[in-house]
């Protein structure tokens, strides 16, 4: 079992950054590939970015390849998400989720395991 919890949302202006942050408890952390999705007001949720067990293989939506940079630090149990050059579209409630195995271009939701709350990223013109 794995608890996810998100932070690092705001408001920001186009063209700017921000570095969402997921905190994971339980056990084995290192044992799950990580993922960002998002989902906007009237949407379905999209994959956003996957990330393997060791960080080393990254795979990344076209809408933010070049902008956007999935890492995580095991010790510290966290995945994080650097967002640059931010666009008016990019505005979702971004969500942090965990699969087992190690697959990282994984875009369906419904194969992933665990979810946290998801926190609100907003980007203004």
């Known amino acids: 079992q794995v608890q996810l919890v998100e932070s690092g949302g705001g408001l920001v202006q186009a063209g700017g950054s921000l570095r969402l942050s997921c905190a994971a408890s339980?056990?084995?952390?290192?044992?799950?590939?990580m993922g960002w999705f998002r989902q906007a007001p009237g949407e379905e949720r999209e994959f956003v970015a996957g990330?393997?067990?060791?960080?080393?293989?990254?795979y990344y939506a076209d809408s933010v390849k070049g902008r956007f940079t999935i890492s995580r630090d095991n010790a510290k149990k966290t995945v994080y998400l650097q967002m640059n050059s931010l666009k008016v579209e990019d505005t979702a409630v971004y969500y942090c989720?965990?699969?087992?195995?190690?697959?990282?271009?994984?875009?369906?939701?419904?194969?992933?395991?665990?979810w946290g709350q998801g926190t609100q990223v907003t980007v203004s013109s």
């Open positions: 989720a965990a699969r087992s195995g190690d697959l990282v271009g994984v875009v369906a939701g419904i194969l992933w395991n665990y």
């Open positions: 339980g056990r084995t952390f290192s044992s799950y590939a």
């Open positions: 990330l393997s067990r060791s960080g080393g293989r990254t």
